[in-house]
Structure formats: structure tokens, C-alpha cells
Nanobody
Framework: QVQLVQSGGGLVQPGGSLRLSCAVSGPPFSTAAMGWFRQVPGKERAFVAA???????YYADSVKARFTISRDNAKNTVYLEMNSLKPEDTAVYYCAATWKRSIATMNHEYDYWGQGTQVTVSS
């Protein structure tokens, strides 16, 4: 059984930083493609960042140079380091996993999702 358990998030002031974590159990984590998405009320879940099992990463234009996705295969965990946060980064953030592709940037390409965690950027 695959489980993705998220931690981190919360309230931060504009310009601040947060780190999200997503611990994965089930199939070998080292062969999973992992991603982060975010969703605000009334909108579809949007791509934020993805990392392949080999460490290649992709980012949405809106977060490039501010967010960093990384993975620790020894801890079965993927991270999203978020810096220079802006109010428009406020959303529920979800991690996702798939073992069917080497990397994925679309919602429908992922098979498993974390429970979501709220990130609020406000002064």
C-alpha cells in the first residue's frame, strides 16, 4: 500500500521561507517520480515542481529561482524548499508520486497523492 504523508507548511510573512516534506512508503522510493502541486479555492490543482528518480527537476515559471525540489532516497522523502514567498503562493500544497514515468508535470500523470498542507503567506 502506497502512502504519502506530508509535513511542514503554515503561516509565513512575505519574503519568508518554508520547507515542505513528503514521506513515501510502499514501492521503492528511489524509482518514483515525485511532484509538488498547489491548489487555491475555485481553481484546478497547478504544477509547482517535479523531480525524476535520477534527480532531474522541473519548475513552474512562477516559482523558478525561488523554490527547490529535492529528494533523499535514504529517507524516502521529497522536499520543497520555498524561499522569497509571496502572497500569491498561498495555497494547499500536495505531493504526488508515480512509478509509471521517469518524471511528470501533469496532474493526471500521478497515481498517488499526499493529504495536502496549507501554506499561507501573509503579513
Amino acid at each position: 500500500q502506497v502512502q504519502l504523508v506530508q509535513s511542514g507548511g503554515g503561516l509565513v510573512q512575505p519574503g519568508g521561507s518554508l520547507r515542505l516534506s513528503c514521506a513515501v512508503s510502499g514501492p521503492p522510493f528511489s524509482t518514483a517520480a515525485m511532484g509538488w502541486f498547489r491548489q487555491v479555492p475555485g481553481k484546478e490543482r497547478a504544477f509547482v515542481a517535479a523531480i525524476s528518480w535520477g534527480g532531474t527537476s522541473y519548475y513552474a515559471d512562477s516559482v523558478k529561482a525561488r523554490f527547490t525540489i529535492s529528494r533523499d532516497n535514504a529517507k524516502n522523502t521529497v522536499y520543497l524548499e520555498m524561499n522569497s514567498l509571496k502572497p500569491e503562493d498561498t495555497a494547499v500544497y500536495y505531493c504526488a508520486a508515480t512509478w509509471k514515468r521517469s518524471i511528470a508535470t501533469m496532474n493526471h500523470e500521478y497515481d498517488y497523492w499526499g493529504q495536502g498542507t496549507q501554506v499561507t503567506v501573509s503579513s
